[in-house]
């Protein structure tokens, strides 16, 4: 579903990503971790187009973005990838003077051009989904963050994204909460969405991520299947970080 | 205490006093576009000249005093001379009905006649009764500006002929009435205007002195009546070109103590409240007309002055910083005065109204500009990345995403300015607009009643920007109480 190859980001004389590649097939979730400054979040960044790549290039749903096109083009391809990716950020960033429907619906009316009824009718169906319908009329100020952030995703997903991106999604949720974000993120890996979740929480990637990709120093150092990276990593630096969370 | 400064301070208090012993005739007069009354001395600027200059110092001398002249404005000629700021007024001041109830006047001195000016190519405009329905300009609080009023002609007030005039030449009004000496000074030799019709009208000129001066008043009529005699009067009128017929005929009949064979007329302004009252709606309309259109083209030039202040390329930036800190950075007054006086050079000649409106407009446009700024700095980025990430574009994204919240940041000192805005309307005085603060000043210098008009005005403005913050504030409640209130089921479990 999407699949990076060499990927490289540079902020002036101080390379953050250093040649990065993996892929994540159809229907699974990628769990990316990594200590602070590992260069997750400049990933994540570059996946939607926030960032621009130096070198290198992302491909997702027949949308291929590359480092060093003209600027014009790879603005161009910026606004299709942004089409084909959606995006949980870690402060949400909810629209606060839209209700939570007026923040699902936003998008998909003034973007994609859809009619209202057809937008909120699939939005209230959205909400149900993330358990958030009850509070459809009310406005983000009055949502707790797990709240707020199940507006979030509803959001993300009323795009129909080729792939979600959540950047540290529990670290505004208390243990009880992780568990039912836990949930519903496998549910919808399930329903068939693809997924890339960014967490220093191994706890919870370890719960819901089919492969993991550990980064440090802006590299990629161990990518596998969850349950092998976490029982037996190939790597001694992976090794520590793990026993270090645990 | 040193003993040297004691013997400098006697030294000081007796020289003050040898001073005095000739005592002072201080006398008040506006000299601003005063000539040739009184006026600064084009060759040498800190000199005044004029022939009532020089009448005074005559007259002084005659009374075995020393003349001091306290320049003033003329319109508050009268309340200043009953605060005491100086003991006569020589002026060119008519005695008038009102007048009369708040001072007391000297004998005549001189034999003024009334002249209306139109533009050379006029030729609808022969005497007053061609300008009921047109507008003439004078000199406010005088005897031509009642003379207007009594008439029902629509006049407009001006602090000083060189700004009737110009108005005249650039068609912002019709006609101008103004005392023949300043006609003959001002207008006479413009090509561009001419005389309709002959000298019209008959009012002496004298001075005026605080009620209760009895005896100082009749030092000045003694005086007066001896420059008379003495032909001292008529060799300085003879000077200034000001000895005419109607001269000869006056100072005839002082010297022989018989009547003038014409009366002079006593113009009476007609003072009533109703009249006020109406007088001063149309001032408050016209200061909300100001306010208003001022305040839609601040609120709309200020989105685009802010936008290309905080986002635009650097030559856009600069020209944004630089209208911003020039219209912060000078008093709306001479910005006003500038686009009143100064855009006519090149050609644009708006009316006062419009004027005012464009000038508060711009004038304003760069503090709103800042409001929004601030406004806009105060989203946060995240609300940009969040758009972005959702496919808008950034147009997209700033007119539905970042716009609406950052008015909702604007609008409490949106609402202040716009309060202080509609204050700020009374500078548009300074031009002549009929707005309440012009309203107020000349209905109060023509009636004397500056605390109950004073209080009345005061209720006019109260009346319109109390509902107007009260609005304001209804606003910014509803769009914080939409937070609050829907706090209360804000935990529901999840």
Redesign the interface.
């Known amino acids: 579903m999407i699949k990076v190859e060499n990927l490289r980001k540079r902020f002036g004389a101080n390379e953050v990503l250093k040649g990065i590649n993996f892929e994540v097939p159809p229907q699974t979730i990628l769990g990316v971790i990594g200590a602070s400054g590992s260069g997750k979040t400049t990933l994540l960044r570059c996946l939607?187009?926030?960032e621009t790549i130096s070198e290198g290039s992302v491909t997702c749903a027949g949308v291929h973005l590359e480092g060093g096109l003209a600027a014009a083009e790879y603005k161009k391809r910026v606004?299709a990838l942004?089409?084909k990716?959606?995006?949980v950020?870690q402060?949400f960033?909810?629209?606060?003077?839209l209700s939570v429907v007026g923040n699902v619906i936003?998008?998909p009316v003034?973007?994609?051009h859809t009619a209202k009824k057809t937008a909120e009718t699939e939005a209230y169906e959205l909400l149900e989904s993330v358990?958030m319908k009850?509070?459809a009329r009310?406005?983000p100020?009055?949502?707790?963050g797990?709240?707020q952030q199940?507006v979030a995703i509803a959001?993300?997903l009323a795009?129909h994204p080729a792939l979600l991106l959540l950047d540290e999604p529990t670290s505004a949720l208390d243990p009880r909460?992780i568990q039912?974000l836990r949930g519903l993120l496998r549910g919808f890996a399930e329903k068939g969405h693809t997924m890339i979740i960014i967490s220093h929480s191994i706890g919870f990637l370890g719960g819901v991520s089919d492969n993991l990709l550990y980064m440090e120093g802006g590299l990629v150092v161990e990518h596998g299947p969850t349950d092998q990276v976490l029982n037996s990593p190939k790597d001694q630096r992976v090794k520590e970080f793990i026993n270090q969370a645990e | 205490m040193p003993r040297h400064i004691v013997t400098l301070l006697l030294l000081l208090l007796t020289s003050t006093s040898t001073v005095s012993a000739q005592q002072t005739l201080r006398w008040g007069a506006d000299p601003s576009g005063g000539a040739p009354y009184v006026y600064t001395d084009p060759a040498n600027p800190d000199r005044y000249i004029g022939y009532e200059k020089e009448m005074v110092d005559a007259l002084a001398e005659a009374m075995g005093r020393r003349a001091e002249f306290i320049p003033s404005d003329w319109e508050t000629l009268v309340s200043a001379l009953q605060r005491k700021s100086f003991d006569i007024i020589v002026n060119g001041l008519e005695p008038t009905g009102d007048r009369a109830q708040q001072i007391a006047f000297s004998n005549p001195y001189y034999v003024f006649q009334l002249q209306l000016t139109v533009r050379r190519d006029d030729d609808r405009i022969h005497s007053l009764d061609d300008c009921k329905k047109r507008t003439v300009g004078t000199l406010g609080n005088t005897a031509a500006s009642r003379l207007l009023q009594q008439q029902g002609i629509p006049f407009r007030s001006y602090q000083d002929p060189v700004g009737a005039y110009r108005d005249l030449e650039l068609k912002r009004i019709d006609a101008v009435v103004m005392d023949v000496p300043a006609e003959a000074f001002y207008a006479r030799d413009n090509p561009k205007l001419k005389q309709a019709g002959p000298p019209f009208s008959r009012g002496t000129y004298v001075i005026g002195l605080r009620k209760g001066d009895d005896a100082l008043k009749a030092e000045v009529d003694r005086a007066i009546e001896k420059m008379i005699t003495d032909g001292t009067l008529e060799k300085i009128l003879t000077k200034w070109k000001l000895w005419n017929e109607a001269q000869v005929e006056f100072q005839t009949s002082v010297k022989t103590k018989t009547p003038p064979a014409i009366p002079f007329e006593m113009t009476n302004s007609i003072f009533n409240w109703g009249e006020a009252l109406l007088r001063l709606t149309r001032a408050a309309l016209v200061t909300v007309l100001i306010a208003l259109g001022s305040m839609v083209i601040a609120v709309t030039l200020g989105l685009p002055l802010a936008v290309g202040q905080w986002n635009g390329p650097k030559w856009l930036r600069a020209v944004c910083t630089v209208y911003v800190e020039f219209f912060r950075g000078t008093p709306v007054l001479v910005q006003l005065l500038f686009l009143y006086f100064g855009l006519p050079v090149i050609g644009i000649a708006m009316p006062g109204w419009l004027t005012a409106l464009v000038g508060l407009g711009l004038n304003y446009a760069a503090y709103e500009s800042q409001v929004y700024r601030s406004a806009l700095d105060a989203i946060p980025k995240g609300q940009w990345e969040a758009s972005y990430s959702l496919g808008m574009s950034p147009l997209l994204a700033f007119r539905r995403i970042i716009l609406p919240q950052a008015f909702r940041i604007a609008l409490p000192p949106m609402t202040n300015d716009f309060v202080s805005l509609f204050k700020d309307t009374s500078v548009a005085f300074a031009i002549s607009v009929w707005e309440l603060a012009t309203a107020y000043r000349e209905l109060a210098n023509a009636s004397g009643q500056f605390l109950l008009l004073g209080v009345t005005v005061s209720l006019f403005y109260l009346a319109m920007s109390l509902p107007m913050a009260h609005l304001a504030r209804m606003l910014e409640q509803r769009l914080s109480n939409r937070a609050t209130e829907r706090h209360d089921d804000a935990e529901v479990p999840a």
Not at chain 1, 141 to 144: D, I
């Open positions: 939607n187009g926030l606004r942004r089409l990716v959606g995006t950020f402060h960033y909810l629209f606060p003077h936003e998008a003034h973007v994609l358990g009850h509070a009310r406005y100020e009055s949502l707790s797990g709240e199940r959001r993300a795009m909460r039912t």
